[in-house]
């Protein structure tokens, strides 16, 4: 069978193929509107030798199914979490005639707050923090009574644990949704939970706390058609990073509910700070082009970056009653892609020309 | 000199340098201070209160002050210690080199970095800033670099804003070659590797000179099964390899043994047989000349217990700018493979010991070993030649059955892996010749 050549290509996960049909009419439109097809696959279907997959290709509002050539532009939505699949991108990363944004969407922690700490000016957005060992979380709940304990890197974002020192030898500790008291054994207990994983000991403040678990908040930004970082979705969520844990309330109204002062200028000051980091990120990590923070607050309302990530297979948007969101974050990932497309081409002419 | 740079405490607007009172003489007429591609202008004032460091070296360097808005306008590491080189009016704060990576790994950390880690075990007969970064690390507007700087205190690569380095030593291929346009247009810019040539551009390099074209198997370029067709009929048996691929990927050796063709390639040991009139079909269908390839005569190589084997020879220029050979390793194939990289199941053994497995005695090693050199001498200074700035290759050489040397590939970004095994210490100074290298063109000697 001839395969067909497509514009741009939408990588996403086979377990995410229902959803993804919701969104077709979506992609036929937008095809339509702009002139361009898209091809959209998933890396199981790739075949690697040849680059070429099965795939829903979609052109001048047609949608078929068909085999298509692996595209020279392509979005990637989806975590990769076989050997196989990680391997085929990892391959596909590295293909110069290929361009593939988000190639990674699941950061190690310790690296990206590494690179956030070289920036001055992020420093206040951080708290302290250190790789795991029980001398130093002993150091930590002894001199700070408190700590959150992440893991440095994992496919799903993973819960969180903090550990509270509420008197001597007794500790509170809240690991998603459940809380605990351990009398002594807590090294015990922890490394039955960490069980050797690589973690992250953030030295936080006391947390502001909404209805009764710590306030988060996540922001996702994306780049918009001229590469530059846009804020898309704010979501309220409680509980640390734990899922089923969104709330549809505006933050905005969050913030004021809390009574925290001057809170439109906080919501401010959140967006400036994810739209910073990402653009500093951007000289360290390349193709970035969808990505999210996670924000805890002390009870002043400063603001903390709990955890970084790229596109979420759980994400967050198609959870969301409301599919606008949605769609313009798909409206704005495809219009960066054809930008890219469309410099590609400018390039090839200059140097045709020169 | 050895210093090392402290933030003054009088925090003047103005770019100062405060030295003390000995050098003042040495100093006072300079105008400028350069650290990396900036060059900031300064007034030299004395403190009587600093100290002047007699027993001057990595230890003990000599402490000097700046004004925080120099520190600021030079994006200066003030955590570690440089050398200092002068002119008539500018004092320069060095080595100041990079290290421009590819894109092995996706981001780069201090844990990705033990390569680079392991070339530094000599810093303090250095000292500078050596910095590693990709080719989107460098903001233009600012004209500044995010990348990871050696900390030797904490003996870790770790993140900072930093100038852009004068010397580059290019460590990466895989990206497009307007960023290095870009850097070389940078005044004064020294970037090596700064190009690396296919199979079939290099063969069209070499082959222009008669000493050279000895080593060379006769090689033409695919275009159709034709092209196969000619060279087989001519040679019997050839090997076809992507000019754009290392480590072997892509190689396919085909023999005609009377009206068919076998075929074996880099994945697999068992060969297969083709029709000779199904070739352009076949290899079309199996989508195989996607890439541009090469077809070149097969080589009756010399075997060890029926493997094929290969010498890598890793040349680098030493600090007086001269080509070195730092090491050889040969590299014997994994059973019924044909290719060498150890990655795909070969093994490595010195020449010594590859000469005596493959001839037993009928080959004198010492000799080889010269010869080996020489040739890639030869070929180094053919590259120099060409007007690019190179400062290391891997060749790839081998030797026939009739003990006659083959030019099979090089690289400038060789792997030397199989050093690990065979003698860390020459793969710990291959990993650290570039360090002295690149300082000594940025002005700075080993002390």
């Known amino acids: 069978m001839e395969e067909s050549s497509v514009d741009l290509g939408f990588i996403y996960n086979s377990q995410h193929r229902l959803k993804l049909k919701k969104m077709i009419p979506f992609f036929s439109e937008w095809s339509k509107q702009n002139q361009v097809s898209i091809g959209l696959y998933t890396l199981a279907d790739l075949n690697l030798e040849q680059l070429k997959t099965k795939g829903i290709i979609i052109h001048n509002g047609n949608v078929i199914n068909g085999l298509l050539k692996v595209p020279i532009f392509n979005f990637n939505f989806a975590l990769h979490t076989t050997n196989n699949n990680r391997k085929k991108m990892r391959y596909l990363r590295k293909n110069e005639k290929i361009v593939i944004i988000n190639p990674i969407n699941s950061f190690n922690q310790t690296i990206l707050f590494d690179m956030l700490s070289s920036f001055p000016t992020y420093l206040p957005f951080l708290f302290p923090y250190e790789s795991f060992t029980k001398e130093k979380l002993e150091d930590a709940l002894e001199t700070k009574k408190k700590a959150i304990l992440l893991k440095e890197k994992s496919f799903l974002p993973p819960k969180i644990i903090q550990v509270k020192k509420a008197e001597s030898n007794v500790f509170e500790i809240f690991y998603g949704q459940n809380k605990q008291t351990i009398k002594e054994e807590i090294m015990d ?53 734990a899922k089923n844990s969104v709330y549809t309330a505006s933050l905005e109204e969050v913030f004021k509910e809390s009574m925290l002062q001057d809170h439109l200028k906080k919501v401010e000051l959140l967006e400036q700070v994810s739209l910073n980091v990402f653009s500093a990120l951007d000289f360290y990590i390349p193709f970035l082009g969808h990505c999210f923070l996670d924000f805890v607050f002390d009870h002043e309302g400063n603001p903390y970056v709990l955890y970084i990530g790229g596109w979420d297979t759980d994400h967050l948007l198609f959870r969301l009653d409301d599919e606008t969101s949605a769609v313009e974050c798909m409206k704005s990932a495809f219009s960066y892609l054809l930008e890219l497309k469309n410099q590609a081409k400018e390039e090839k002419r200059d140097s045709t020309c020169g | 000199m050895w210093v090392k740079i402290q933030k003054a405490t009088d925090n003047e607007g103005d770019t100062t340098i405060i030295v003390p009172s000995e050098l003042n003489e040495q100093w006072l007429h300079k105008t400028h201070v350069q650290y990396g591609e900036r060059s900031i202008p300064i007034t030299v004032k004395v403190d009587v209160n600093l100290v002047y460091n007699q027993e001057n070296n990595y230890e003990n360097p000599q402490m000097i002050h700046f004004s925080s808005a120099l520190i600021e306008k030079l994006d200066l590491i003030d955590k570690i210690t ?251 194939a994994g059973r019924n493979r044909v290719i060498t990289n150890i990655s795909n199941g070969g093994r490595a053994l010195t020449l010594k010991q590859a000469l005596l497995e493959s001839f037993e005695k009928e080959i004198d090693p010492e000799i080889t070993e010269l010869e080996v050199i020489r040739i890639s001498e030869q070929f180094c200074k053919l590259m120099d030649q060409t007007g690019y700035k190179f400062a290391e290759f891997g060749l790839d050489l081998a030797i026939d059955e009739e003990m006659n040397f083959w030019f099979i590939e090089a690289n400038v970004r060789p792997t030397f892996n199989g050093f690990k095994t065979l003698d860390m210490e020459i793969y710990k100074k291959i990993c650290e010749n570039p360090v002295f290298f690149a300082s000594s063109v940025a002005g700075f000697k080993r002390m």
């Open chain 1, 189 to 241: 207990y922890l490394s039955k939970v960490i069980q050797d994983k690589p973690y992250l000991i953030l030295k936080g403040e006391d947390l502001l706390t909404w209805k009764g678990l710590p306030l988060e908040v996540r922001i996702y930004v994306q780049k918009n058609n001229e590469g530059k970082w846009r804020i898309g979705e704010k979501l309220v969520k409680r509980s640390l990073l």
């Open chain 2, 82 to 332: 440089y050398q200092i080189s002068e002119d008539n009016e500018t004092i320069s704060l060095g080595p100041i080199v990079g290290f421009l990576l590819g894109d092995q790994q996706y981001y780069y950390h201090d844990r990705y970095l033990q390569e680079l880690t392991i070339s530094m075990e000599n810093y303090a007969k250095i000292g500078g800033l050596f910095m590693a970064f990709n080719h989107f690390s460098v903001d233009w507007d600012q004209r500044v670099v995010h990348g990871l700087f050696y900390d030797f205190e904490l003996k870790k690569w770790s993140y900072g804003r930093m100038p852009i380095p004068m010397v580059i030593y290019r460590r990466g291929f895989t990206y497009g070659n307007r960023f290095v346009e870009r850097l070389q247009q940078l005044k004064g810019m020294f970037l090596f590797n700064e190009i690396r040539f296919n199979k079939w551009q290099m063969y069209n390099l070499l082959q222009d000179h008669t000493s050279f074209q000895t080593y060379l198997p006769e090689t033409v370029r695919y275009v159709n099964a034709d092209s196969i067709k000619q060279m087989i009929d001519k040679y019997k048996k050839i090997i076809l390899k992507p000019a754009d691929l290392s480590r072997g990927r892509g190689i396919i050796v085909l023999e005609k043994i009377k009206e068919k063709i076998k075929v074996r390639d880099y994945r697999s040991v068992v060969p297969y047989f083709i029709e000779e009139n199904n070739l352009q079909s076949l290899l079309e269908g199996e989508n195989l000349f996607k890439n541009d390839y090469i077809i070149q005569q097969y080589i009756n190589l010399a075997r060890i217990s029926d493997a094929l084997w290969d010498i890598r020879i890793v040349m680098q220029k030493d600090p007086e700018h001269q080509w070195r050979c730092s090491g050889i390793e040969c590299r014997v």
